[in-house]
């Protein structure tokens, strides 16, 4: 499957930005999905993830309360709904899709399959 992200820009601290990944191919509804991030000279970290019907979601700490995973299986997407943006989640975000991964090592970027070629968000404060 191919990955295509996009959403990101420059905001304020305090202002919301939803990332979109546009998937290529079929069976998009297979795949799990998860959204990672890397900040300049840090290694890349996961956000958040959701399994293939959408019915299970995992978040990092970090985000947690504050962006929300979503997908829509109909237009092949999936979604980043970022709130509350800090200065501190600036970074590259990539969105990558697996299959058959269990939830807890959705986390781990090593076991994703597929991954788009990254949008630049940027909080300034």
């Known amino acids: 499957v191919q990955l295509q992200a996009s959403g990101g820009g420059l905001v304020q601290a305090g202002d919301s930005l939803r990332l979109s990944c546009a998937a290529a191919g079929s069976s998009f509804s297979r795949y799990n999905m998860g959204w990672f991030r890397q900040a300049p000279g840090k290694e890349r970290e996961f956000v958040a993830a959701?399994?293939?019907?959408?019915?299970?979601?995992l978040y990092a700490d970090s985000v947690k309360g504050r962006f929300t995973i979503s997908r829509d299986n109909a237009i092949n997407t999936v979604y980043l709904q970022m709130n509350s943006l800090k200065v501190e989640d600036t970074a590259v975000y990539y969105c990558?899709?697996?299959?058959?991964?269990?939830?807890?090592?959705?986390?781990?970027?090593?076991?994703?399959?597929?991954w788009g070629q990254g949008t630049q968000v940027t909080v300034s404060s």
């Open positions: 959701i399994r293939g019907s959408g019915g299970i979601t």
């Open positions: 990558a899709a697996n299959t058959g991964l269990s939830i807890l090592n959705m986390k781990l970027s090593r076991l994703y399959d597929y």
